[in-house]
């Protein structure tokens, strides 16, 4: 995972597979945040890297929608699969994470909600 800050947002960039092991990675990136819900108004997942994505790793990105979405933050991604657009659909991870087909795409959805 690597970590790059845009003005009023911070974009995780994640690669390999999304499993219940990255979970302690993520979270640890997410809480290094400390400006997350204040100054850090929104968390983009780039996830044109991520090769595989299990029910644990669901689970990750859910607890990481729901953690922005109750500090105030809008979280988006990109790069997500056809298939796995379908699976966040139908877990509900829709409903915590806007999805975009690409991070210029994301950076326009924020720069409407800046105004």
């Known amino acids: 995972m690597h970590t790059r800050k ?3 947002g911070v974009v995780l960039e994640l690669s390999g597979e999304l499993t219940k092991s990255a979970e302690a990675t993520l979270l640890a990136g997410l809480e290094q945040q400390k400006e997350l819900g204040l100054g850090i108004r929104f ?4 996830l044109t890297k991520v090769e595989y994505i299990n ?6 990105l859910i607890r990481l929608a729901r ?3 109750k500090a105030g933050v809008h979280t988006f991604s990109w790069g997500v699969t056809p ?3 379908k699976l966040f659909r139908m ?4 409903e915590y994470m806007m999805i975009y087909p690409n991070e210029f795409a994301v950076i ?3 720069e409407a909600l800046n105004i």
Do not use: K
């Open 43 to 46: 968390l983009a997942l780039d």
């Open 108 to 110: 326009q959805r924020i």
């Open 6 to 8: 845009f003005p009023s």
């Open 55 to 60: 029910s644990g790793g669901m689970a990750v």
């Open 91 to 94: 877990v509900g991870l829709t």
């Open 83 to 85: 298939h796995y657009e």
């Open 67 to 69: 953690m922005g979405s």
